[in-house]
T-cell receptor, first 112, second 107 residues
Framework: DGGITQSPKYLFRKEGQNVTLSCEQN?????MYWYRQDPGQGLRLIYY???????QKGDIAEGYSVSREKKESFPLTVTSAQKNPTAFYLC???????????FGQGTRLTVV | RKEVEQDPGPFNVPEGATVAFNCTYS??????FFWYRQDCRKEPKLLMS???SGNEDGRFTAQLNRASQYISLLIRDSKLSDSATYLC????????FGAGTTVTVRA
C-alpha cells in the first residue's frame, strides 16, 4: 500500500540531545513538508522540500535541520538549539500538481 | 497578521443542526483553498477543496469570497461523527494552515 510513514510514534528526549524524526513516503511525491502542531496553534511549517537535494526554511526553522538525499525520505533533526521542542510533529507529501497533502500519523516528541 | 485565521470555536451543536464557520486569509495572491479535518491526536485529512463558484460534497458546502478574502464551511444535518477540528488551508507556493475550528456534535 502506498503511503507516508513517520517513526517513531512517541519519542522522549533529554534536554541537550539531538533527535531525528523519520519520514518516508512511497507515493512518488516530489514535495515533502514538516509541520509542528502545538495545542490551539494549528500547524506551523518548519521546512519543506520541492525536489531532491533542495529544501527551504519554513516559518519556524530555528533549531531544526533536514536533509533530502532521496525522494522517498525527508528526516527532521530537532537540535539542542530548539528551546521548546515538545510538540506533535507531522510530515506531509504531495504531488507537484496536486493540491492534496497526505500526512503521516505524526510523532509526539516530549522533552524530559 | 497571520496568513490564515479561523474562529477557534468550539461550536457545540445538537445532532441534525446546521453549523457554519469562516476562515480569512491575508495574501490576495493565494491560489487554492481547502478544508481539512483533524480528529483528536490524529493527522489531518483532506475534507474538500474550495472552488470559486462554491461546491458541495454531501452535507458539506464550501464557499470562497476572493473580494473579502474568506472561505466558509457549512455542515448540514450534523452527525456525531462530524465532531472534529476543521482546518482551513490556503495554498500559494506552500500550504498555510489555520489553527482550526473545533466542532462538537452532541446527541
Amino acid at each position: 500500500d502506498g503511503g507516508i510513514t513517520q517513526s517513531p510514534k512517541y519519542l522522549f528526549r533529554k534536554e541537550g540531545q539531538n533527535v531525528t524524526l523519520s519520514c518516508e513516503q512511497n507515493l512518488n511525491h516530489d514535495a515533502m513538508y514538516w509541520y509542528r502542531q502545538d495545542p490551539g496553534q494549528g500547524l506551523r511549517l518548519i521546512y519543506y522540500s520541492q525536489i531532491v537535494n533542495d529544501f527551504q526554511k519554513g516559518d519556524i526553522a530555528e533549531g531544526y535541520s533536514v536533509s533530502r538525499e532521496k525522494k522517498e525520505s525527508f528526516p527532521l533533526t530537532v537540535t539542542s538549539a530548539q528551546k521548546n521542542p515538545t510538540a506533535f510533529y507531522l510530515c506531509a507529501s504531495r504531488h507537484g500538481t496536486s493540491p492534496e497533502a497526505f500526512f503521516g500519523q505524526g510523532t509526539r516528541l516530549t522533552v524530559v | 497578521r497571520k496568513e490564515v485565521e479561523q474562529d477557534p470555536g468550539p461550536f457545540n451543536v445538537p445532532e441534525g443542526a446546521t453549523v457554519a464557520f469562516n476562515c480569512t486569509y491575508s495574501n490576495s495572491a493565494s491560489q487554492s483553498f481547502f478544508w481539512y479535518r483533524q480528529d483528536c491526536r490524529k493527522e489531518p485529512k483532506l475534507l474538500m477543496s474550495v472552488y470559486s463558484s462554491g461546491n458541495e460534497d454531501g452535507r458539506f458546502t464550501a464557499q470562497l469570497n476572493r473580494a473579502s478574502q474568506y472561505i466558509s464551511l457549512l455542515i448540514r444535518d450534523s452527525k456525531l461523527s462530524d465532531s472534529a477540528t476543521y482546518l482551513c488551508v490556503v495554498n500559494l507556493y506552500k500550504l498555510s494552515f489555520g489553527a482550526g475550528t473545533t466542532v462538537t456534535v452532541r446527541a
